[in-house]
């Protein structure tokens, strides 16, 4: 049987006799490459940096002050749109001499390393300038479109980004990360039944992935499916049983199913992996709430 292995691009689990990693596409380490290799190394962020940012769970306190069984996913803080004027300046001097265009490609791939480089720094409008140009030297190229549109996401723009990811993913249908991303697009916009069906969709290209089942789940959840997101939950933490914010996220779940024993299982579960976490004494003030309605079955079969 099949080991499992870390890929170190991305951090995805991935069975040891694939030659690539599902997620990212990057070759597993210390296996050659037989199939094409991709044009150019990528940055994690690049592929997958929004996957991990969607595993955070908002925090406990939220859940007490109202838990609503059509609660949105939390989405980061939207900062200041950025300028959204064109890259590049006119290469025209007003001199009359011959000059060599540059090679497209050669610019192309140097705005791509600049906008890694701007972003890893902080400069994400710099890093958004860089990749519209990459995008304007190749418009059909699907992971330059990929790339722009998680620039997009990342500062707070996900309905501008879609565009992008559209054109992604009609390029390449296939592709797990492009199908994420724009059902990702989708989520932060609230966008539930768009956001629910790229997810199903990513989970077909990719059924082990943790994070699509857990995201799938959480969309499932606030679209108003609390039964199908439990089930969807379930299989997040069967592929993942360590992560403990899955355990709070489904104990959400089934305490709005009125499954009050269960969701009670889930947030012990959750504190014996997390004893520590900063909602820990939150988490255990509401289980003793919970007592009485996870006791009254026993009471009222004795």
Same mark, same amino acid.
């Not at 549109?149 to 249908?173: N, S």
């Not at 947030?267 to 004494?281: F, G, K, M, V």
């Given at each position: 049987?099949?080991?499992?292995?870390?890929?170190?691009?991305?951090?995805?689990?991935?069975?040891?006799?694939?030659?690539?990693?599902?997620?990212?596409?990057?070759?597993?380490?210390?296996?050659?490459?037989?199939?094409?290799?991709?044009?150019?190394?990528?940055?994690?962020?690049?592929?997958?940096?929004?996957?991990?940012?969607?595993?955070?769970?908002?925090?406990?306190?939220?859940?007490?002050?109202? /838990? !609503?069984?059509?609660? +949105?996913?939390?989405?980061?803080?939207? &900062? @200041?749109?950025?300028?959204? =004027?064109? %890259?590049?300046?006119?290469?025209?001097?007003?001199?009359?001499?011959?000059?060599?265009?540059?090679?497209?490609?050669?610019?192309?791939?140097?705005?791509?390393?600049?906008?890694?480089?701007?972003?890893?720094?902080?400069?994400?409008?710099?890093?958004?300038?860089?990749?519209?140009?990459?995008?304007?030297?190749?418009?059909?190229?699907?992971?330059?479109?990929?790339?722009?549109?998680?620039?997009?996401?990342?500062?707070?723009?996900?309905?501008?980004?879609?565009?992008?990811?559209?054109?992604?993913?009609?390029?390449?249908?296939?592709?797990?990360?492009?199908?994420?991303? /724009? !059902?990702?697009?989708? +989520?932060?916009?609230?966008?539930?039944? &768009? @956001?629910?069906?790229?997810? =199903?969709? %990513?989970?077909?290209?990719?059924?082990?992935?943790?994070?699509?089942?857990?995201?799938?789940?959480?969309?499932?959840?606030?679209?108003?499916?609390?039964?199908?997101?439990?089930?969807?939950?379930?299989?997040?933490?069967?592929?993942?049983?360590?992560?403990?914010?899955?355990?709070?996220?489904?104990?959400?779940?089934?305490?709005?199913?009125?499954?009050?024993?269960?969701?009670?299982?889930?947030?012990?579960?959750?504190?014996?992996?997390?004893?520590?976490?900063?909602?820990?004494?939150?988490?255990?003030?509401?289980?003793?709430?919970?007592?009485?309605?996870?006791?009254?079955? !026993?009471?009222?079969?004795?």
């Amino acid at each position: 049987m099949a080991e499992a292995v870390i890929c170190s691009a991305c951090g995805a689990k991935v069975r040891d006799d694939r030659l690539k990693c599902l997620r990212c596409g990057e070759p597993l380490v210390a296996r050659a490459k037989t199939e094409k290799a991709p044009a150019r190394a990528r940055k994690p962020w690049m592929t997958i940096g929004i996957a991990a940012g969607c595993l955070a769970v908002s925090g406990f306190s939220i859940m007490l002050l109202g /838990r !609503a069984t059509n609660r +949105a996913v939390q989405t980061p803080a939207r &900062p @200041a749109a950025p300028s959204t =004027r064109a %890259a590049g300046q006119s290469a025209d001097d007003g001199l009359d001499v011959p000059r060599n265009s540059p090679d497209p490609v050669v610019a192309s791939a140097s705005d791509l390393l600049a906008g890694e480089k701007a972003y890893e720094s902080g400069n994400l409008e710099s890093a958004l300038q860089h990749f519209q140009a990459t995008v304007a030297a190749n418009p059909n190229d699907a992971r330059t479109l990929n790339d722009l549109g998680q620039i997009l996401v990342r500062l707070g723009r996900a309905q501008e980004a879609l565009q992008y990811f559209d054109r992604a993913v009609r390029a390449e249908p296939g592709s797990w990360a492009y199908q994420f991303n /724009r !059902a990702r697009a989708y +989520a932060q916009l609230q966008q539930w039944a &768009p @956001a629910v069906d790229g997810y =199903r969709v %990513a989970a077909r290209l990719f059924p082990d992935d943790y994070a699509t089942q857990y995201n799938l789940a959480k969309a499932l959840q606030a679209s108003g499916d609390t039964n199908a997101a439990i089930a969807t939950f379930e299989k997040a933490i069967q592929l993942a049983p360590g992560q403990p914010d899955f355990q709070l996220s489904y104990g959400l779940a089934l305490e709005a199913a009125k499954r009050p024993r269960d969701a009670a299982e889930a947030y012990r579960r959750y504190l014996e992996l997390e004893p520590q976490a900063p909602d820990a004494e939150k988490v255990k003030a509401h289980l003793a709430e919970l007592q009485p309605a996870t006791a009254a079955p !026993a009471a009222a079969g004795s």
